[in-house]
């Protein structure tokens, strides 16, 4: 009896182990490889309702110039936060308030295309103050505060022209690093292009950071070779005090650099020590040169933000500091350029070549002490690239674009070529995993993963091509990203998610290094603005020539004045309304016919203006956008425009029958 | 009767906590509130438990209708409980060293529990009549207002002790740290009684 039981339950177990072998055989013919109900994937990537998040996962925004913010594992998109871009959803870029944060000395520039987030470390540990995005398009560095995950400040960085390799920190957030793409001529004039060649420069901003209000300023900007300065990345650990950046066209071609920038067997890695030429511009070093660029500040207290145009800057030639700049020669135009937790590997990710190279950062030193050296590019020493090699990962795959670490010595490379991620071993550039990702990643992320500390539970592919992945939606798709569980031996797919824009680069951190001080409200008591009514008793409407500044408060669930008589066709009109709630979420909106720019979307205790130019005789309604009570739909008013010539006195009121 | 004394003695002090420490509290929770809005009432004043609550329940109130709640000035009470809670702590001290000092009986200890029970029940006899008032002295202008099934006018009168179920409310309304301290003080003073009668036959 018991034997004829031990046999049935021999053969049902046999049975299962066919069924689940089949189960696997189909699934790795399938695209995408694993079915989540065979893995427990949907399980791992379920935050139930009413549960969080472990990480935010701050995604940029690429062309839409914003920053989406992501929970990670959900992969649910919790906010699109505005930055360079304007947003009439919330009236970023539209409201007089907001309008100075996109000043630049081109003017007004309501757009851009947003790259590389990064978020401020301390002693190169991810510490949840401020996250810094560039500005690729117009040359910028933003920095978003994340009490209020609102953009605090922009920076313009002058004589650059494509900010791409940036906006990359040091290890305690001394600085933020913004190089240049595009060389230029500095300063810019009227020339040739054919004269590039030798004439054009590159120049590597590095811009300080207030510790305590994360104020940016410009200390130095390194002016490099005519090179394109592609990516970077600060030294780590031992290697803090230097900073990497990769270059492409050392050739410096100005013309169809597909094939002409292509053609040196090697291009450069720069090696910074920006300590040795912070202590030669505090000693004074550096040449002030005339410059123009815009310094936006949004204050907290005033709701209100203003543009300064700084008109110097102070350049350093890298010629004139000793040991400031080295030359690591590169396979290949390399993209990303990452250095590993310890600070000691530098990985070129020669996006033509068919190896990946890595440099040691001892054998770099030993190399400088050594003079080493393999001649020199504009002065410039170029190390021998044998000498400071520290391996080779082999044949991983075609077009590495960039490398990110877990916390267990392995990294992670994508391939855009070939469309997979790659996992080897740190020091034995043994090839572990390769999994296919779909399509064709630019960047990967792993929360922490460019930091002294990575968090290292999820990888997130960020790819470029999307094709059939989701429900066509005509030919424009969103890009999509791929989450993978890397806590086992083999990476493991989790969960495709559309994303905004394009994502560029991503930072992630995990969820209770950030969400505990998340800003619920302002303080009425603390609004410092020109225009705010703090009281009823402040409310007003006053005329000043063709401009009326309309003095407005709202609560559940009106707004005060709600009745506005007095107003002409031909006035400029400025809404100054205040959010009197104090309560967490609950945002007023405040929307009037036919504005020509956007609507307001205010937060409680803050003040925002909207400028009306009425142009037709009538009266006209305002209202609130943001569904914020039972009443919500009673939230609203009448503006009463009369004739340009009517002597109609001005007058408000709000409960009167 | 030393030890009947202090034991009276700090019974009686453990009624200074309500100068401190709320008598009571009242928290509203609702599903767009899954932090309770709450207030901790205190012999000297009403407070939100959060910075901004006591602004966002008369925010809510005001659809229904309800009066704001009031301020240190707008009720006698805030300034008489304070002073009979600090005479009843000197009368208590008083009686307690004078018993310690065999000067009064332990009957004297018995008295002022009996006299601190009187104040107490008026004391809550007399936040219910605020509550009612507070929940059913309506504005005839209120944005909602909602009628029982019976088709009386509803009404909103907190619950004095426990639990119940308001509209989308879910309130809650106990006793807090004050309230505590002062039923253990009281409490000593009845131990005070005992302890007191005790030595009195070993004597």
Request: hydrophobic residues 35%; charged residues 20%.
């Given at each position: 009896m018991m034997k004829k039981s031990i046999n049935i339950l021999i053969s049902l177990i046999m049975v299962a182990g066919l069924v689940s072998c089949n189960d696997g055989g189909n699934q790795k013919g399938k695209k995408g490889g694993q079915g989540g109900l065979a893995t427990n994937a949907a399980e791992r990537?379920?935050?139930?309702?009413?549960?969080?998040?472990?990480?935010?996962?701050?995604?940029?925004?690429?062309?839409?110039?914003?920053?989406?913010?992501?929970?990670?594992?959900?992969?649910?998109?919790?906010?699109?936060?505005?930055?360079?871009?304007?947003?009439?959803?919330?009236?970023?870029?539209?409201?007089?308030?907001?309008?100075?944060?996109?000043?630049?000395?081109?003017?007004?520039?309501?757009?851009?295309?947003?790259?590389?987030?990064?978020?401020?470390?301390?002693?190169?540990?991810?510490?949840?103050?401020?996250?810094?995005?560039?500005?690729?398009?117009?040359?910028?560095?933003?920095?978003?505060?994340?009490?209020?995950?609102?953009?605090?400040?922009?920076?313009?960085?002058?004589?650059?022209?494509?900010?791409?390799?940036?906006?990359?920190?040091?290890?305690?957030?001394?600085?933020?690093?913004?190089?240049?793409?595009?060389s230029v001529p500095v300063p810019q004039t009227d020339m040739s292009i054919k004269d590039y060649k030798g004439n054009f420069k590159g120049a590597l901003t590095f811009i300080s950071v207030d510790q305590e209000t994360g104020r940016m300023g410009i200390k130095f900007q390194l002016m490099m070779p005519g090179f394109n300065y592609d990516l970077s990345h600060p030294g780590r650990d031992k290697s803090h005090g230097w900073f990497f950046f990769t270059t492409?066209?050392?050739?410096?071609?100005?013309?169809?650099?597909?094939?002409?920038?292509?053609?040196?067997?090697?291009?450069?890695?720069?090696?910074?020590?920006?300590?040795?030429?912070?202590?030669?511009?505090?000693?004074?070093?550096?040449?002030?040169?005339?410059?123009?660029?815009?310094?936006?500040?949004?204050?907290?207290?005033?709701?209100?933000?203003?543009?300064?145009?700084?008109?110097?800057?102070?350049?350093?030639?890298?010629?004139?500091?000793?040991?400031?700049?080295?030359?690591?020669?590169?396979?290949?135009?390399?993209?990303?350029?990452?250095?590993?937790?310890?600070?000691?590997?530098?990985?070129?990710?020669?996006?033509?070549?068919?190896?990946?190279?890595?440099?040691?950062?001892?054998?770099?030193?030993?190399?400088?002490?050594?003079?080493?050296?393999?001649?020199?590019?504009?002065?410039?020493?170029?190390?021998?690239?044998?000498?400071?090699?520290?391996?080779?990962?082999?044949?991983?795959?075609?077009?590495?674009?960039?490398?990110?670490?877990?916390?267990?010595?392995?990294?992670?490379?994508?391939?855009?070529?070939?469309?997979?991620?790659?996992?080897?071993?740190?020091?034995?550039?043994?090839?572990?995993?390769?999994?296919?990702?779909?399509?064709?990643?630019?960047?990967?992320?792993?929360?922490?993963?460019?930091?002294?500390?990575?968090?290292?539970?999820?990888?997130?592919?960020?790819?470029?091509?999307?094709?059939?992945?989701?429900?066509?939606?005509?030919?424009?798709?969103?890009?999509?990203?791929?989450?993978?569980?890397?806590?086992?031996?083999?990476?493991?797919?989790?969960?495709?998610?559309?994303?905004?824009?394009?994502?560029?680069?991503?930072?992630?951190?995990?969820?209770?290094?950030?969400?505990?001080?998340?800003?619920?409200?302002?303080?009425?008591?603390?609004?410092?603005?020109?225009?705010?009514?703090?009281?009823?008793?402040?409310?007003?409407?006053?005329?000043?020539?063709?401009?009326?500044?309309?003095?407005m408060n709202m609560i559940r669930s009106h707004f005060n004045p709600d009745n506005i008589e007095g107003i002409k066709v031909g006035d400029k009109v400025f809404f100054h309304v205040t959010n009197h709630e104090q309560d967490f979420d609950v945002p007023h909106g405040f929307a009037v016919i036919g504005a020509n720019n956007a609507e307001l979307l205010?937060?409680?205790?803050?003040?925002?203006?909207?400028?009306?130019?009425?142009?037709?005789?009538?009266?006209?309604?305002?209202?609130?956008?943001?569904?914020?009570?039972?009443?919500?739909?009673?939230m609203q008013g009448y503006v009463?425009?009369?004739p340009a010539d009517s002597n109609i006195e001005l007058s408000w009121s709000l409960g009167e029958d | 009767m030393k030890k009947a004394g202090i034991i009276m003695i700090i019974g009686s002090l453990l009624l200074l906590g309500l100068f401190k420490f709320p008598l009571w509290n009242i928290m509203l929770g609702a599903p767009q509130y899954p932090d309770p809005l709450g207030m901790d009432i205190y012999i000297e004043g009403i407070q939100g438990v959060e910075e901004f609550d006591i602004q966002n329940i008369d925010g809510l109130n005001h659809y229904i209708g309800m009066k704001t709640i009031p301020k240190v000035e707008d009720m006698w009470e805030f300034e008489v409980f304070p002073t009979v809670i600090g005479i009843m702590v000197a009368i208590g001290v008083l009686i307690g060293l004078l018993g310690f000092f065999g000067k009064v009986s332990y009957k004297w200890f018995l008295g002022w529990f009996v006299l601190m029970s009187v104040l107490g029940i008026m004391g809550m006899y007399d936040f219910n009549l605020w509550l009612i008032d507070y929940g059913t002295d309506l504005d005839p202008k209120a944005i909602m207002k909602l009628l029982n099934p019976d088709g009386t006018p509803m009404t909103y009168k907190p619950p004095l002790l426990g639990y119940q179920k308001m509209l989308n409310f879910d309130v809650d309304s106990w006793p807090a740290t004050g309230a505590y301290m002062m039923f253990v003080g009281m409490m000593l003073t009845v131990v005070a009684f005992f302890v007191g009668k005790k030595e009195y036959k070993a004597k």
């Open positions: 990537v379920y935050v139930a309702p009413g549960e969080l998040d472990e990480f935010y996962a701050f995604m940029s925004g690429g062309f839409s110039g914003q920053l989406g913010v992501y929970g990670l594992p959900s992969g649910r998109l919790l906010k699109v936060l505005p930055v360079f871009s304007q947003n009439p959803e919330n009236g970023w870029g539209y409201s007089e308030e907001t309008k100075p944060m996109l000043n630049t000395s081109y003017g007004f520039v309501p757009w851009d295309d947003s790259h590389h987030p990064d978020i401020s470390q301390t002693n190169g540990v991810l510490d949840g103050r401020w996250i810094f995005i560039n500005g690729n398009n117009t040359p910028r560095i933003a920095r978003i505060g994340l009490e209020s995950f609102k953009t605090e400040e922009i920076i313009e960085i002058p004589n650059s022209a494509g900010n791409h390799s940036s906006s990359f920190i040091t290890e305690n957030t001394e600085y933020v690093v913004a190089g240049t793409r595009f492409y066209n050392t050739e410096e071609a100005h013309s169809l650099l597909e094939v002409n920038a292509s053609q040196n067997d090697k291009d450069f890695i720069a090696a910074v020590n920006w300590k040795v030429i912070e202590d030669y511009v505090n000693n004074g070093g550096g040449k002030k040169v005339p410059a123009n660029y815009a310094h936006n500040i949004l204050d907290e207290h005033t709701h209100t933000a203003t543009s300064t145009m700084l008109k110097e800057v102070l350049t350093v030639n890298p010629m004139d500091v000793p040991g400031a700049v080295y030359f690591l020669p590169t396979p290949k135009s390399p993209h990303g350029c990452d250095v590993d937790p310890t600070g000691e590997y530098i990985v070129g990710n020669g996006k033509l070549s068919a190896d990946l190279t890595v440099h040691s950062f001892t054998k770099m030193l030993d190399a400088i002490e050594n003079k080493k050296f393999d001649g020199e590019a504009y002065g410039i020493p170029i190390l021998k690239f044998e000498d400071i090699l520290a391996g080779v990962v082999k044949q991983p795959g075609l077009g590495p674009l960039h490398t990110e670490f877990d916390d267990k010595g392995n990294a992670y490379t994508t391939f855009f070529i070939s469309s997979e991620v790659v996992k080897w071993k740190v020091g034995t550039w043994e090839v572990l995993d390769r999994q296919p990702v779909f399509y064709s990643v630019g960047h990967g992320m792993i929360p922490g993963g460019n930091s002294r500390k990575p968090f290292g539970k999820y990888f997130v592919a960020l790819n470029k091509i999307t094709k059939d992945r989701y429900l066509p939606t005509g030919p424009e798709l969103t890009q999509s990203a791929q989450l993978f569980d890397i806590t086992g031996d083999k990476m493991e797919l989790l969960l495709d998610f559309p994303t905004i824009g394009e994502p560029h680069y991503a930072a992630a951190i995990p969820g209770d290094l950030v969400a505990p001080k998340s800003r619920k409200i302002y303080k009425l008591a603390e609004n410092k603005h020109k225009y705010a009514v703090l009281q009823d008793s402040e409310v007003r409407v006053e005329r000043d020539g063709k401009e009326v500044h309309v003095y205010v937060m409680p205790g803050a003040t925002e203006t909207l400028v009306w130019e009425p142009k037709q005789v009538g009266v006209w309604p305002i209202y609130c956008t943001d569904f914020c009570s039972a009443l919500h739909q009673e009463r425009v009369s | -």
